[in-house]
């Protein structure tokens, strides 16, 4: 028997094994910190109530999401989830600098939706139906209702089960007046299953989601 060629094998074996683990250890902390920036985001969102706390505490979270998306240059979770954080800033600044913050949120998403565009279970599709169907059109800026509904079926398409995707799909539809249709998708937002891991949102959403069927009911 070939001791060298054995050696050989078993150093070569040993070499693999290293990368494996060091791959799932760097995997275990980018999960981390995303999970880190997600959850900051929810606190931002869900829980600082005045206008100054929010937007002081949103200020935080679009900075961090800079520094992550910069460790990560190529993961579509991290740079999606950019998007997502500017274009919820652009709520809570000036109306002078709303439209520059969309237009950066815009630009990851789509970003992100080339990299991977069913990353997030769709919620790049759906982040991008939100941006298109609340920015204003024409010269003020790029807002399209029928491109904000092809992103949200898309969206479902990608996970129908998503409690996101339904929101955001809901929350259009009763802008567009189509109460029934809002129903029956905030309903199975509702019924998606509890997101553990981030129970500030799952909580926020949830409410938000129980608030818009109620409008749907009233109107």
Same mark, same amino acid.
């Given at each position: 028997?070939?001791? #060298?060629?054995?050696?050989?094998?078993?150093?070569? +074996?040993?070499?693999?094994?290293?990368?494996?683990?060091?791959?799932?250890?760097?995997?275990?902390?980018?999960?981390?910190?995303?999970?880190?920036?997600?959850?900051?985001?929810?606190?931002?969102?869900?829980?600082?109530?005045? #206008?100054?706390?929010?937007?002081?505490?949103?200020?935080?979270?679009?900075?961090?999401?800079?520094?992550?998306?910069?460790? %990560?240059?190529?993961?579509?979770?991290?740079?999606?989830?950019?998007?997502?954080?500017?274009?919820?800033?652009?709520?809570?600044?000036?109306?002078?600098?709303?439209? #520059? %913050?969309? #237009?950066?949120?815009?630009?990851?998403?789509?970003?992100?939706?080339? +990299?991977?565009?069913?990353?997030?279970?769709?919620?790049? %599709?759906?982040?991008?139906?939100?941006?298109?169907?609340?920015?204003?059109?024409?010269?003020?800026?790029?807002?399209?209702?029928?491109?904000?509904?092809?992103?949200? +079926?898309?969206?479902?398409?990608?996970?129908?089960?998503?409690?996101?995707?339904?929101?955001?799909?809901?929350?259009? +539809?009763?802008?567009?007046?189509? %109460?029934?249709?809002?129903?029956?998708?905030?309903?199975?937002?509702?019924?998606?299953?509890?997101?553990?891991?981030?129970?500030?949102?799952?909580?926020?959403?949830?409410?938000?989601?129980?608030?818009?069927?109620?409008?749907?009911?009233?109107?």
């Amino acid at each position: 028997m070939n001791t #060298k060629f054995l050696k050989r094998l078993g150093l070569t +074996l040993v070499a693999s094994l290293i990368v494996a683990q060091a791959g799932v250890a760097a995997n275990s902390e980018f999960r981390s910190e995303l999970l880190a920036l997600q959850r900051e985001w929810a606190q931002a969102n869900f829980v600082a109530e005045s #206008k100054k706390d929010r937007r002081s505490a949103f200020a935080d979270v679009v900075e961090h999401a800079n520094q992550l998306s910069a460790r %990560y240059p190529s993961q579509a979770e991290v740079i999606a989830w950019e998007g997502i954080v500017l274009s919820t800033y652009a709520g809570e600044v000036s109306a002078f600098s709303a439209m #520059k %913050y969309a #237009k950066a949120a815009r630009d990851k998403l789509l970003l992100a939706e080339n +990299l991977q565009p069913d990353a997030l279970n769709g919620g790049i %599709y759906a982040s991008l139906g939100a941006l298109y169907s609340k920015v204003p059109g024409g010269f003020v800026g790029f807002g399209d209702n029928e491109l904000a509904r092809e992103y949200f +079926l898309r969206a479902l398409e990608v996970d129908s089960n998503n409690i996101d995707n339904n929101y955001f799909y809901g929350e259009f +539809l009763i802008k567009q007046g189509d %109460y029934s249709a809002a129903l029956e998708v905030l309903n199975r937002a509702l019924s998606t299953s509890v997101v553990a891991d981030r129970p500030v949102f799952d909580a926020g959403r949830r409410a938000e989601i129980e608030a818009l069927i109620l409008q749907a009911k009233q109107s």
